[in-house]
């Protein structure tokens, strides 16, 4: 697997995290799988060559959409592949949503849509050059233009600022104190953050801490150490976050991702 990131333009700043691609090619014999673990942030995806799909209750096989929304969400999903697979990513920031879609990131909580269904027409043509374009170099340039085109002129802080003072701690204070920084009422902080974000405050906060944790993963450091440097107070809560959010233990995590590159933070 060959994964790297391509930075945004700079009117995306505040939109855009990054641009990344993936490229995967199956051992002879032997099919890719893929895991999709939960995630704090959307992402729009092109499957611009090969194509990933799920396995059905049936025994079976789904195949994913060619180009869509995969939402944030607390979930976890494997997919698999028999052929070479290429995909070029845009991870979006929190209230990035909303802000360049005009829609509440609630929406795409735990989804994976198709492109066209959340962006109609006006998707069509983009997803069209972005399958066809001729390397990742000019996916990146239409996908920043397309972007760009969407981006307001001003963006509101508060979601964005408010996602910032959860990465660094700020659950420790509450709900109620970051409400309050914010000048306005607990119930309108939430509403306005599940708007942004797609999640709740408390959810996005646990899904960071885990997040932090995935990206220790790779590499041999002890896993309690892992989870200490991660933010959680005990292992029993350590292993339990990634079962349910990884849909493994950590350390079947670790055996699973072994040879890859991973992305780094």
């Given at each position: 697997m060959q994964y790297y990131k391509i930075p945004p333009p700079a009117q995306l700043s505040g939109f855009v995290k990054c641009f990344w691609v993936g490229e995967m090619a199956p051992v002879p014999g032997k099919e890719l799988r893929h895991l999709s673990i939960a995630t704090g942030a959307a992402r729009i995806v092109f499957h611009y060559e090969g194509r990933f799909g799920s396995e059905t209750a049936g025994g079976g096989w789904e195949p994913s959409f060619l180009a869509g929304f995969q939402g944030q969400s607390a979930a976890h999903r494997q997919f698999v592949?028999?052929?070479?697979?290429?995909?070029?990513g845009v991870e979006l920031l929190p209230g990035a949503v909303p802000a360049l879609f005009g829609m509440p990131a609630t929406e795409l909580t735990g989804a994976f849509a198709e492109l066209g269904s959340?962006?109609?027409?006006?998707?069509?043509?983009?997803?069209?050059r972005m399958l066809s374009a001729a390397g990742n170099g000019e996916r990146a340039q239409l996908a920043g233009e397309f972007l760009s085109a969407l981006a307001p002129g001003r963006h509101a802080?508060?979601?964005?600022?408010?996602?910032?003072?959860?990465?660094?701690?700020?659950?420790?204070?509450?709900?109620?104190?970051?409400?309050?920084?914010?000048?306005?009422?607990?119930?309108?902080?939430?509403r306005t953050f599940r708007n942004g974000t797609g999640l709740s405050p408390g959810t996005y906060s646990r899904i960071l801490r885990f997040e932090r944790a995935v990206g220790e993963i790779p590499g041999n450091r002890r896993l309690t150490d892992v989870a200490l440097d991660s933010g959680y107070y005990d292992q029993a809560h350590f292993i339990r976050d990634f079962r349910e959010l990884a849909g493994m233990?950590?350390?079947?995590?670790?055996?699973?991702?072994?040879?890859?590159?991973?992305?780094?933070?």
């Amino acid at each position: 697997m060959q994964y790297y990131k391509i930075p945004p333009p700079a009117q995306l700043s505040g939109f855009v995290k990054c641009f990344w691609v993936g490229e995967m090619a199956p051992v002879p014999g032997k099919e890719l799988r893929h895991l999709s673990i939960a995630t704090g942030a959307a992402r729009i995806v092109f499957h611009y060559e090969g194509r990933f799909g799920s396995e059905t209750a049936g025994g079976g096989w789904e195949p994913s959409f060619l180009a869509g929304f995969q939402g944030q969400s607390a979930a976890h999903r494997q997919f698999v592949s028999a052929e070479r697979s290429g995909i070029f990513g845009v991870e979006l920031l929190p209230g990035a949503v909303p802000a360049l879609f005009g829609m509440p990131a609630t929406e795409l909580t735990g989804a994976f849509a198709e492109l066209g269904s959340v962006l109609g027409k006006t998707a069509d043509q983009w997803q069209r050059r972005m399958l066809s374009a001729a390397g990742n170099g000019e996916r990146a340039q239409l996908a920043g233009e397309f972007l760009s085109a969407l981006a307001p002129g001003r963006h509101a802080e508060v979601v964005p600022a408010a996602a910032r003072e959860l990465a660094f701690g700020g659950m420790v204070e509450g709900i109620d104190a970051l409400a309050q920084r914010f000048n306005t009422s607990r119930r309108q902080f939430e509403r306005t953050f599940r708007n942004g974000t797609g999640l709740s405050p408390g959810t996005y906060s646990r899904i960071l801490r885990f997040e932090r944790a995935v990206g220790e993963i790779p590499g041999n450091r002890r896993l309690t150490d892992v989870a200490l440097d991660s933010g959680y107070y005990d292992q029993a809560h350590f292993i339990r976050d990634f079962r349910e959010l990884a849909g493994m233990p950590p350390g079947q995590y670790r055996k699973a991702i072994a040879g890859l590159p991973f992305p780094e933070e």
